[in-house]
């Protein structure tokens, strides 16, 4: 268990946070670690591909190949709120060197250290943002594909951040990396399928079908990249964690990918269509449009400003019994990713994401206040819990005990743990793997802990370019080394299992198997027992009373 003794504060918010990707660069090696050096656009000497669609040309990234900015869907300017559609082919060769819009969006919540990755360009996201980008380290071959769906909840971010660039994965490990900009907020997320007849019948989740247009377009094209289209691994943080999950039981995505990985973000449930319908309503209200052809006809700025101003509109994948036909994990794992491995996991200290976080010292009182109000408990019982978890922990002050115990009561903890819980309840499915990431960053006087978003930069290489959120220490390589190794074995394989690292178990409910990494890395079962049992304890009790 990692002790640090630095004092850290979390506000506790339920909320996915915003991520993103990777911006253009030169690649170097440097320490062992590939290093991307920033650019506005990529290398003009690359090599052209073939799509469905047209030619591209791509630019290099050191040796490595990377295509940005390609179309896998028309502009939804137009047609907002209704699934997309493919592209128009082109003639000649189209240039892929830019990275591409992202969608329309409001300012992020993240810590400066996590913001400090994002493009300025995202602030002026467009309608016509349904773009990816493609890394691989030659045209030829049949490499397995990752596809990264980037976090942000389902209202923010892009696959443009600095974090997502995914030239040092595929240089490093020959895989094919791809990262997806798609419909967000109101634009990829408002359930109007009940309110706006025959024309807008299919206008739901379609910023999810968005995800699936992306994995289409991979399916038909990427062999041409040097990827193995049978051969597909999805993988997002946070929000992208919660989209990952809900690809698992989204009807239209079956058979698209072949591994999931889903880091510090879940869907377990979906949001049900009468709460979505209702949310759309009130949307309209405060918009005092009667219609949803008027809503469609609304300027960008007006519908954004709508949405931050209405009350109890929860945009995120709805169960409409079409595109998504059950919660993807509710009540139990969807059986139709039941024959996909599956990766899920967060970090220690996920609370410490928001910017108003300040890493202030808290007295004992507040502690007990703030575990009994997580975790809807009273006063005794967070105590008796706080109790437990300082067993172990004897010398940690209660801001350190606020961060870990908050993490542990959130949804961050509790929807990753009822993903895992509820796979290996399954009968008949593929293994699925859990982890916990333990790595404290040395970044703000070592205050934020093992904060939400930190263990990016680890799986994508990025750690170079990401010292504002891991610093500097010669420590990051050998955690990059060994966690991108495991991702890539998995995306490989289905089995994570990688040269160097600890064995690590699929995970069931007898041996509660899993990974910690840190800078020394272990596998071990069921290794935080005592708190676990604890929470269903006091939560056990206080319902009985």
């Known amino acids: ?189 408002l359930y109007l399928a009940e309110l706006g007849g025959e024309k807008f019948a299919n206008a739901s989740n379609v910023g999810m079908l968005d995800c699936v247009a992306a994995l289409e377009w991979v399916r038909d094209n990427i062999g041409n990249f040097g990827g193995d289209p049978g051969n597909v691994t999805i993988f997002g943080q946070s929000g992208g964690g919660g989209k990952v999950s809900t690809l698992m039981g989204l009807a239209p995505a079956r058979g698209l990918f072949h591994r999931a990985i889903a880091q510090s973000g879940s869907n377990v449930m979906g949001q049900p269509a009468d709460r979505a319908t209702a949310g759309a309503k009130a949307l309209m209200a405060t918009l005092n449009v009667s219609s949803v052809d008027e809503l469609q006809k609304l300027p960008v700025q007006k519908l954004l400003e709508g949405m931050r101003a209405t009350r109890g509109l929860n945009l995120s994948p709805v169960v409409d019994g079409k595109t998504l036909p059950a919660g993807p994990f509710n009540p139990v794992s969807s059986p139709l990713s039941g024959n996909v491995p599956f990766m899920v996991g967060s970090t220690e200290t996920e609370i410490t994401w928001n910017a108003a976080y300040k890493g202030e010292p808290i007295e004992e009182a507040e502690l007990i206040k703030r575990v009994s109000n997580a975790g809807k408990i009273d006063d005794a019982a967070a105590k008796e819990l706080i109790r437990v978890y300082r067993k172990t922990r004897a010398d940690w002050k209660p801001l350190q005990l606020w961060n870990l115990m908050g993490t542990d009561l959130s949804n961050f903890r509790t929807g990753t743990d009822a993903q895992a819980d509820r796979r290996a309840m399954a009968e008949r499915q593929a293994p699925v793997y859990k982890y916990y990431f333990q790595w404290y960053s040395p970044v703000r006087g070592g205050v934020l802990g093992s904060y939400h978003t930190l263990e990016i930069p680890f799986i994508f290489r990025t750690a170079d370019i990401c010292e504002s959120m891991c610093g500097n220490g010669k420590d990051r390589y050998a955690l990059e080394d060994k966690m991108s190794a495991a991702w890539v074995a998995f995306a490989r394989t289905g089995n994570p299992n990688a040269k160097g690292n600890p064995t690590w178990k699929p995970y069931n409910l007898d041996s509660r198997n899993m990974a910690i990494w840190n800078n020394e890395c272990r596998a ?3 290794p935080f027992k005592e708190e676990r049992l604890a929470r269903i304890a006091v939560k056990a009790n206080t319902a009985a009373v």
């Open 1 to 189: 268990m990692n002790s640090k003794k630095t004092d850290m504060q979390g506000s506790h918010r339920r909320s996915f946070l915003l991520q993103a990707t990777g911006a253009a660069g030169l690649m170097a090696g440097l320490n062992g670690s590939f290093n991307i050096l920033r650019a506005a656009k990529t290398d003009s000497a690359g090599a052209t591909a073939t799509t469905v669609y047209g030619k591209i040309k791509g630019g290099a990234q050191g040796k490595t190949l990377a295509f940005k900015g390609i179309p896998y869907g028309t502009s939804t300017e137009g047609t907002r709120f209704l699934p997309p559609t493919k592209p128009a082919a082109w003639t000649g060769v189209r240039e892929a060197l830019a990275l591409g819009p992202a969608s329309p969006q409001v300012p992020s919540m993240l810590i400066p250290e996590s913001m400090a990755q994002q493009p300025k360009g995202d602030a002026n996201g467009t309608e016509d943002c349904l773009h990816l980008n493609v890394w691989s380290n030659s045209l030829k071959g049949k490499r397995p594909v990752m596809v990264w769906f980037h976090g942000g909840g389902y209202s923010a971010g892009s696959s443009n951040w600095e974090m997502y660039n995914g030239g040092n994965l595929a240089a490093k490990h020959d895989v094919v990396v791809v990262t997806v900009t798609h419909r967000l907020n109101v634009f990829g997320y």
């Open 524 to 526: 071990a079962d069921d």
